[in-house]
T-cell receptor, first 116, second 114 residues
Framework: GAGVSQSPRYKVAKRGQDVALRCDPISGHVSLFWYQQALGQGPEFLTY????????KSGLPSDRFFAERPEGSVSTLKIQRTQQEDSAVYLC??????????????FGPGTRLTVL | DAKTTQPPSMDCAEGRAANLPCNHS???????VYWYRQIHSQGPQYIIHGLKNNETNEMASLIITEDRKSSTLILPHATLRDTAVYYCIVRPKYSGGGADGLTFGKGTHLIIQP
């Protein structure tokens, strides 16, 4: 079945450019997460949506990072005025949420951003 | 989330059992142990989770010590496709109304040798 998809898979940007990264979650999944993974490190949480509501954005590294999910499905992570330290793989994950103790997150393949 | 400690890398021969340890000495009573793995150039993939009892599924077994301060992920018959970074994560029991971001460490890079 269809999993989480992300586009583009690779993005090269010049320092100072704005970029937009797209995430298509699994249909019907309420929760959506964004993570940033630097080379050789584990993924780090950026932000979380429940439907269209952004409930946690504590991991966003600066005000240049902005995420939205206006209709509660597709999400976009936007980075303004990119810097070299923004170079990383950006991972999106979705989960069913709802009741119960287990809430498995399904990850997309990621977008590799390189800022020159 | 409680902190976890894992060895940075391990080798295992193909066909043998791979035993990946994780220390989580500060785990609290309502926190689960989760394992994810990340194959090169892919997103992380859920493997298994447990609270205090041992768990087994089609991918792996999870052994949690009685004091819950450590656990071991067991891949019973490792194949070359099991080469990946394995992350041990402690997270609170889902309490309804929302979900929580996962806190990954650096994980263990498991290399399966032919």
């Amino acid at each position: 079945g269809a999993g989480v998809s992300q586009s583009p898979r690779y993005k090269v940007a010049k320092r100072g450019q704005d970029v937009a990264l797209r995430c298509d979650p699994i249909s019907g999944h309420v929760s959506l997460f964004w993570y940033q993974q630097a080379l050789g490190q584990g993924p780090e949480f950026l932000t979380y949506f429940q439907n269209e509501a952004q409930l946690d954005k504590s991991g966003l590294p600066s005000d240049r990072f902005f995420a939205e999910r206006p209709e509660g499905s597709v999400s976009t992570l936007k980075i303004q005025r990119t810097q070299q330290e923004d170079s990383a793989v950006y991972l999106c994950a979705s989960s069913l949420a709802g009741g119960g103790a287990h809430n498995e997150q399904f990850f997309g393949p990621g977008t590799r951003l390189t800022v020159l | 989330d409680a902190k976890t400690t894992q060895p940075p890398s391990m080798d295992c021969a193909e066909g043998r059992a791979a035993n990946l340890p994780c220390n989580h000495s500060t785990i609290s009573g309502n926190e689960y142990v989760y394992w994810y793995r990340q194959i090169h150039s892919q997103g992380p993939q859920y493997i298994i989770h447990g609270l205090k009892n041992n768990e087994t599924n089609e991918m792996a077994s999870l052994i949690i010590t009685e004091d819950r301060k450590s656990s071991t992920l067991i891949l019973p018959h490792a194949t070359l496709r099991d080469t990946a970074v394995y992350y041990c994560i402690v997270r609170p029991k889902y309490s309804g109304g929302g979900a929580d971001g996962l806190t990954f460490g650096k994980g263990t890079h498991l290399i399966i040798q032919p």
